[in-house]
Nanobody, 124 residues
Framework: QVQLVESGGGLVQAGGSLSLSCVTS????????MGWFRQAPGKERELLAT????????NYADSVKGRFTISRDNAKNTVYLQMNSLKPEDTAVYYC?????????????????WGQGTQVTVSS
C-alpha cells in the first residue's frame, strides 16, 4: 500500500512563499515520476508540476512556471514544491501524486497514487 503525506500548507500573504513536502512510503517510488496538483473549490484538479524518476526532467503548468519549483530527494522518499510569489488565485488544496511511469508525464491518468492534500490559502 502506497502512502503519500503532504505537509507545509498554510496561510500566507500575496507575494509570500511556501514550501510543500510529500513523504512517500510503502513502495519504492524512486523509479517513478511524481507530480504536484491542486484543486480549488468548484474547479477541476490542475496539474502544476511533474518530475521524472531521477529529478533531471521537469514540466510546469504555465500558471506556475517561473514561480514554483519541483524537486525530489529519493534517499528521503520526499518530493518538494517550492512556491514563490504566491497569488490569491493560488489558493487551493495541493496534492502530490505518484506516477506509474518514470518520465515526467503530464497525463493525469498516469498517476495512480494520491495524498490527502494540504490547504494553501493566499490572502490579498
Amino acid at each position: 500500500q502506497v502512502q503519500l503525506v503532504e505537509s507545509g500548507g498554510g496561510l500566507v500573504q500575496a507575494g509570500g512563499s511556501l514550501s510543500l513536502s510529500c513523504v512517500t512510503s510503502g513502495r519504492t517510488l524512486s523509479r517513478y515520476a511524481m507530480g504536484w496538483f491542486r484543486q480549488a473549490p468548484g474547479k477541476e484538479r490542475e496539474l502544476l508540476a511533474t518530475i521524472n524518476w531521477s529529478g533531471a526532467s521537469t514540466n510546469y503548468a504555465d500558471s506556475v512556471k517561473g514561480r514554483f519549483t519541483i524537486s525530489r530527494d529519493n534517499a528521503k522518499n520526499t518530493v518538494y514544491l517550492q512556491m514563490n510569489s504566491l497569488k490569491p488565485e493560488d489558493t487551493a488544496v495541493y496534492y502530490c501524486a505518484a506516477g506509474r511511469v518514470d518520465y515526467a508525464t503530464i497525463r493525469l491518468e498516469n498517476y495512480n497514487s494520491w495524498g490527502q492534500g494540504t490547504q494553501v490559502t493566499v490572502s490579498s
